[in-house]
């Protein structure tokens, strides 16, 4: 499903208009990025779980060269689903 799709069937849902659910979306998504940067988890009840992750600094080798080059650690977000959105999928 792409944004343009998503963001019609929530409009439809809501009874809202689609530009109204885009700033709602845009929103969640600023405030998850705040808040995992600085190191919070952010619990969506019966959606799941987004975890900021710090990934160890690494050696990897460029493909086309084969030159070794060191990759600095960095943050990522690990995403959890809740047992209730994990039932939800696995019924159909």
């Given at each position: ?64 060269t084969?030159?070794?080059i ?8 690990v ?14």
């Open positions: 499903m792409d944004t343009k799709t998503l963001i019609s069937i929530l409009s439809d849902r809501l009874g809202r208009e689609p530009e109204d659910v885009t700033v709602l979306l845009r929103s969640i998504s600023g405030i998850l990025a705040d808040s995992v940067k600085q190191g919070d988890t952010v619990a969506v009840p019966g959606f799941g779980t987004f975890e900021p992750k710090m990934r160890e600094e690494r050696v990897a080798t460029h493909p086309s084969g030159k070794k060191l990759v600095p650690p960095k943050l990522s977000m995403f959890k689903p809740s047992a209730i959105l994990k039932q939800r999928v696995r019924k159909f």
